[in-house]
């Protein structure tokens, strides 16, 4: 029996990327395609890359559109989720790739987000440890609200995680400086977005911890570690479309070794089949898996310092986004978890 | 019953590229992985992307690691393919990504490679007119040779030959300026290739007829018009690691149209799987086959000047190398021609 | 004694060049700054490279704040030069970077710009070559009015009016691709200008004859070679902030070879202290000049085809835009023609 | 008087940055250009785009060529730099631009760079802050021997000195993250360096305390503080030329509140001619200063994580090398602090 999916906010990045991955996708069959302005639009303008999509209409999004499909994707601005989602079934499988279900804390939300909080989800990033040897995959067994990590958590929770699992780091002076390609940033136009600006440029935002995927960070790592885990964290953008770069580093508590380090990566993600810690040496670059599933891992301990340094490497659109979505759909409907994902990123 | 396939040249661009697609296709399994100098290392450490076959350890490019597989891939330097071909027997499909059998000129193949002409091997571009309506597929079903187009040859031909086919254009002034990414110039380190030469900047290469791709374009080009075909080839190299945008430009013969020119062009790529023909006002860019099998085209007629100009977007390790090769195995396999192929870029 | 000169479009990318060089300019003091809806703001906010000049307050677009100074620069969009000009003292040098005073034929113009012609100023292109071995620097001695050529314009009438100068060149099927750093097409937020977009891809823009810049190439070249030259002209959109690489190729007259060729382009720049006729075999990149006022040229015969191909390099910015404007005004106003701009490109 | 001037490692990008600027300063002459595999060649072989020096030969290094000029610039490979100086007279002004005479612990020096160490020459960052109120450029006046601090000591050292010399930082968890354009790893060829790899990639290296600018920036650092200053320093490669971006973190001293930060930043830099404290709300870019010897610096205090953090922009060639070294010698000659240098940064 086919599966069918409808798309929402088809026409920002977020969207397009959902539409790449289901059109590979072997179960999937793409119904309604939705925006808001461009709603009347072929998807070929907007979405050129999606040739093979290209003569679709975009149409509205509202929920006579969406309903009647078993999945629903939202990829709407921060906000608008929950209202949309209110007016579909229960029993359709409701992903959304925007914040709007991601912080189990309404106070956190109304800081950042400086609205009303919308309730929280199951949390779409499967690999995410819990305690007791858990996964966060179980949680999206069956699930029919999903809410997909932000991309920059995404990296730097993979990166961080196995660390305070393992309950070997400090919960302060945990530093977390990531790079990420523009496409984070949206596709709408704004000046300082322009090719002309960020070509051959790298640059600093949201510095100071206002960043609104701070909280998020924050309450993944508390989960991890049991405690109440406090980061600063920056965000620069960086000369390149696609690809998030985290450097995270924290403070290694007292006797711990560059083995159990080692070791808590390993076993963190040896069975994961898109989590890899690479071999000592080798360290990770974006490139590495553009357009793919993937997140790349390695580690270092500078003891002179008595920290631990973990570079994480994801494609923000894809395991940031995208593919975070598509992976948790597969979970949630007992479909193969890899499937309509590249295993491989596109490189050079 | 599987299929397997050895690649030789696995540590450059276009052998990676080749495994890449290999891994996603459903029919093939992958055996040797061979090269020269990096025999003996893990894949891992060359093709760092190729995250889930790191642990393949590549064995030396030798008769004795290629036999025994169904294909045979080979992605070596000019000039090496013919004796490696030689020791593989006649009914392993063997297909040859460099230009050893591109040629049917041994007199072009001496002027421009210095070294004896090794015959000719049915050209790998499927989509290629021929007289009467054929196309150059039929030539590859059940081949056991292959020869893979270059990547601007693919580009260019792809421009252009629809019109000399449908003997819309003249002969003479024919002006084809592409613009490549630098994985175009391969994985050697060369300072001019450094990043830091190459970001930020347009240059030229090759200028006045020299580079070797020029036969290739003028040989096909000529096939398909039933004359001598004269073209001027400048390649130039851009600041981006994959895809080639040429311009291509003719001069029209007296009374054709606006309507003949897009008629020959839809009519030539309408059944085309991989070959789009944009809507008018809609041009394309290499962002929009990034990764895919892909190729885009627009044109327009300039009636000041006379002239056609067309431009046409390929990913120069997909369709213009590996997946020109894979789509040429499929066809020679009676395989989907399709199979292991993206349909869409990774965009943006 | 100080001249003072007055920049208006100093929000945009031609304006903030301008005050990039006056800055440097040794006889020169900037006065008023000024711009229409950001009229009010630090210049900082707007042109954050400025950081001398940060505290300066950009005023309103009016004869009120342009009046009282020797020189002012016009950097508007196309349309708005005429009419600020007008009120403008005759014998204040006023210097519109913009279009509206380039061209010779009133048709033409208002074939490319659908408005009224606004008549023709003095064109700033010092190394222009005109009849009986004079040179469009004669005109600008004194000048009082002068309109700076179009980027492209620049890129390709350096590369080709030496051979139409010498009668060498045919004036049918000229063919110029031009690529162009992004900053050409100006600083308004436009979604296909964004970054993600830009960035890894090259595509075409303008294509079949449509932009603006043909008639100005076909003014030149044609005023160059005593008849009319018709061109093929397609510019492209490359990934990088500035720059262009102007590939230019014509059909040469018979019996014209390759000494006659290298002789005229020698010729015609060897006492040119902007302009650099490269040694042979070396070809130049956009890199090579950027942020200077030079272009730097090579040239080949490619007797196969009966063509020669000229590559020149530029600065859009500074020799397509503010360079060759400053270069004009210290000409007109009897300063070294050199003063305030670089000789050297900032590499790599 | 005009000085003369000899570059040594003039093939390399920080001896060709070295004349660049020096073709641009007025008072001086630039002498003996040389280099060691590259003697014999015109220049414009290897630094195409210093087109007004194309056609001076470069002459082999060693102190028959480097005598009898007031000037002479070392960029030579780590190690090679004592030798030289030994055979120069006392009264030439050296300045180095390797890391031989940077470290002031012979210790550091041989555990980082497993060398005997060279000594220590004065440090050649002018802004940097001493004890009671002094300034390292005090210590360059009429110096003969000076060492240029690294690239990104430099950006390191900007961001975080006024806060230490200020009393208001914890000297431990401090954490520095850098990303880097690639001119920063030179010039030589290396696979990993090219064009295809660093484009549209982020990557780190030298990760856990093994990049042997460390001990440079801990010395800095703890010369400001008066204590002993750890750090953890992560270098990362950006797909960019030129420019260094450092995000600098570190603990706040109890009861530092936001105004004690800015005040500290502020007053450090409000003289200084090259060091642009940016206004709130606005953040640097390397964009900003490409080709300049200018920094941009900006500050948050994150209350909740207790930590400031300090974003600083230069171009790792200039201000980070080749600037450093140039006012430097203004200093160390009595000349213009900012002669030969650019206050503004070459943008879009």
Known sequence: MTITAAVSGASGYAGGEVLRLLANHPEIEIGAITAHSSAGSRLGELQPHLLSLADRTITETNPENLAGHDVVFLALPHGASAAVAAQLPEDTLVIDAGADHRLE??????????????????????????????????????????????????????????????????????????????????????????GSEVMGSMSPYGVGGGHRHTPEIEQGLSNAAGESVTISFTPTLAPMSRGILTTATARVKPGVDKAALRAAWSDAYGDEEFIHVLPEGQWPATQMVLGSNNAAIQLAFDEHAGRVIVSSVIDNLTKGTAGGAVQSMNIALGLPEGAGLAQLGVAP
Chains 1, 2, 3, 4 share one sequence.
């Open 105 to 194: 804390d309404p106070e956190a939300w109304f800081r950042f987000y400086s609205s009303e909080h919308a309730g929280t989800w199951p949390y779409g990033l499967p690999e995410l440890m819990l305690d007791g040897g858990h996964r966060q995959r179980e949680k999206l067994l069956g699930a029919r609200r999903i809410a997909v990590p932000g991309c920059y958590p995404t990296s730097a929770l993979l990166a961080l995680v196995p660390g305070f699992a393992a309950g070997l780091l400090e919960p302060r002076d945990v530093v977390i400086v990531s790079a990420s390609g523009t496409s984070g940033a949206g596709k709408s136009a704004k000046p300082h977005l322009l």
